[in-house]
């Protein structure tokens, strides 16, 4: 079959690869889309250390159960179509049992340390089938839609910590398919105002489709800065996000908020450059409280696959461009632009 193999830097071929062979526990799934992540981006452009080429990548998918070697377990079975939780944690260490899996000190992850998505077809080990990571998929939606449940599950995780509600004032800074992400669940959660910030003028004219209040383009003159307090009387919004791997805007955000807000560092930084110039006279004169996130855990992609299911989420304008497998590579340059939102690859085209 053929397969999206990463090899390293800007090094992603399509080539034959074997298919796989089930051991005892595994369940063979038949991809139906995998979407491409900002992660499979950066690792193509600077690479990844943690993967040991040759990878197949994708990890964003939904697939249907084609064999199982599985003793009966499950809760899924031949012919169910499904997401899967990609984390598999070690279940020993202090954050396993804390219930924070996703900072296992061992955790192996799809398309990481096991082939992805990026094929026709792909083994599930028999650890994850064993705990429950397949979700069966009841709704009549389409599987583009479903593979954002992973993205969507790391949006949540952060959500948990920012107790976002009816009282509080929203800003996004990245208009790119995690910022959109954020400020759709942040409406959801009953925010009063949500605004997206972003330097591509594509990205924000797309943004605006969403159910939020403004976009405010960011500029070198930070006019943007300005017109936020503008918008929130003065005072900032309570919850910053910062949806992008840029240390000018993890600067902003603490420029941005109002005094008690929560901010939310969601992108990490490059490996390469992974330090940020922050006016923290902010924390102690404003009262921040700064958090971080990673990663998601199970009850956070449980929650994200139901709300797409759900129907309420707007996955059908998130997924913009479908491609198949053997132009994977056109995805990058499609999302760097702006011109994509979100690219879904279709491995059996």
Not at 138 to 164: D, F, K, Q, W
Not at 290 to 318: C, H, N
Request: charged letters at 20%.
């Amino acid at each position: 079959m053929k397969a999206a193999v990463y090899y390293g830097k800007e090094d992603i071929r399509i080539e034959s690869v074997s298919e796989p062979e089930l051991d005892p526990g595994e369940v063979l799934l038949e991809i139906d889309s995998c979407c491409v992540c900002g992660t499979d981006l950066r690792t193509y452009r600077h690479g990844d250390k943690k993967i040991a080429p040759p990878r197949v990548l994708g990890h964003e998918f939904c697939a249907r159960v084609l064999a199982s070697r599985d003793a009966g377990s499950a809760s899924v079975k031949v012919g169910n179509r499904v997401v899967m939780y990609i984390v598999i944690p070690c279940g020993t260490c202090r954050y396993c049992r804390s219930g924070r899996v996703n900072l296992c000190t061992g955790r192996t992850t799809m398309s990481y340390h096991h082939d992805g998505a990026f094929a026709p077809r792909m083994k599930v080990p028999a650890t994850a089938v064993e705990r429950g990571h397949l979700f069966p998929i009841t709704a009549e939606i389409p599987s583009e839609y479903m593979g954002l449940s992973e993205p969507l599950g790391c949006v949540i995780n952060a959500h948990g910590r920012l107790g976002i509600g009816l009282h509080d004032t929203v800003a996004v800074i990245g208009a790119g398919p995690i910022g959109i992400m954020h400020a759709a669940v942040s409406r959801l959660q009953g925010a009063q105002k949500v605004w997206v910030l972003d330097r591509l003028p594509r990205r924000l004219e797309r943004a605006r489709s969403f159910d939020i209040d403004g976009t405010i383009p960011v500029d070198a003159e930070g006019t943007h800065l300005a017109q936020i307090q503008e918008l929130t009387d003065g005072l900032g919004p309570s919850v910053v996000i910062v949806a992008c791997s840029n240390a000018n805007a993890q600067a902003d955000a603490l420029e941005i908020p109002g005094k008690g807000a929560r901010v939310e560092f969601f992108g990490g930084l490059p490996k390469s450059a992974p330090t940020a110039c922050l006016n923290t006279n902010h924390l102690h004169y404003k009262e921040l409280t700064v958090t971080g996130s990673y990663s998601e855990k199970m009850s956070d992609f449980q929650a994200a696959q139901a709300l797409i299911q759900s129907g309420r989420f707007p996955a059908d304008r998130i997924i913009t461009h479908t491609l198949p497998l053997h132009r994977l590579n056109d995805a990058f340059p499609l999302m760097e632009s702006g011109d994509a939102l979100k690219v879904c690859i279709r491995p059996g085209t």
